[in-house]
């Protein structure tokens, strides 16, 4: 399995809270994303980073604000939590983009809930 | 841009009898396509892939799919399917620049003894 772990798992907030999640990868992959699950949706793209602070929106940006400062983390923040941003949520890294054959690596996921 | 069409929410069928997911896609130019596999409460796993070399495209655990450029679709089947196979499934096509993924909003699969 690739080196992806996210933190923390589970997590419980209240509406208005600050939340940080946290991916960590040991693979020394480029390029990281963020995804939120949905029931009928499938997985959609929050935001993505395509090296060392560079980042760049994904479908669903609003609400959301990423950084990577390292090569091996990349942070998604919730400034101000709403109920609506209560989901399951994957990071994936992946080693090219330009190739049309690469794979993305999903982390274990975690679950986030807006009281 | 491109999307993806899973057709059916739910698939349900009988251990050891074929399995068919179907899938469509829409792509402005040749695409990539892929589909993952997620059990409960796991994360995702990729099956297989196409990306423009042969049509028949073999994955894991038996799996396999065709890409139909004709009817733009990419549908996974199974001659057989098995306990273990019962998950969620997710027709991917690659959405441009920096790998982007756009996902299917995922089949059900059950697989009843």
């Known amino acids: 399995d690739a080196g992806i772990t996210q933190s923390p798992r589970h997590k419980v907030t209240e509406t208005g809270t600050p939340v940080t999640l946290r991916c960590h990868q040991t693979e020394n992959h480029r390029y990281m994303y963020w995804y939120r699950q949905d029931p009928g949706h499938g997985l959609r793209l929050i935001h993505y980073?395509?090296?060392?602070?560079?980042?760049d929106k994904g479908e669903v940006s609003d609400g959301y604000s990423v950084s990577r400062s390292k090569t091996e983390d990349f942070l998604l923040t919730l400034e101000s939590a709403t109920s609506s941003q209560t989901s399951v949520y994957f990071c994936a890294i992946s080693e090219r983009a330009g190739s049309l054959s690469d794979e993305q690596f999903f982390g274990p996921g975690t679950r986030l809930t807006v009281l | 841009a491109q999307s993806v069409t899973q057709l059916d929410s739910h698939v349900s069928v009988s251990e050891g009898t074929p399995v068919l997911l179907r899938c469509n896609y829409s792509?402005?130019?040749?695409?990539?396509l892929f589909w993952y596999v997620q059990h409960p409460n796991k994360g995702l796993q990729l099956l297989l892939k196409?990306?423009?070399?042969?049509?028949l495209v073999k994955g894991i655990n038996g799996f396999e799919a065709e890409f139909k450029k004709s009817e733009t679709s990419f549908h996974l089947t199974k001659p057989s399917a098995h306990m273990s196979d019962a998950a969620e499934y997710f027709c991917?096509?690659?959405?441009?620049?920096?790998?982007?993924?756009?996902f299917g909003a995922g089949t059900i699969l059950r697989v009843k003894s």
């Open positions: 792509s402005s130019y040749s695409p990539s």
């Open positions: 991917v096509v690659r959405g441009g620049y920096g790998n982007k993924l756009v």
């Open positions: 980073s395509y090296g060392v602070k560079d980042t």
């Open positions: 196409y990306t423009s070399a042969a049509t």
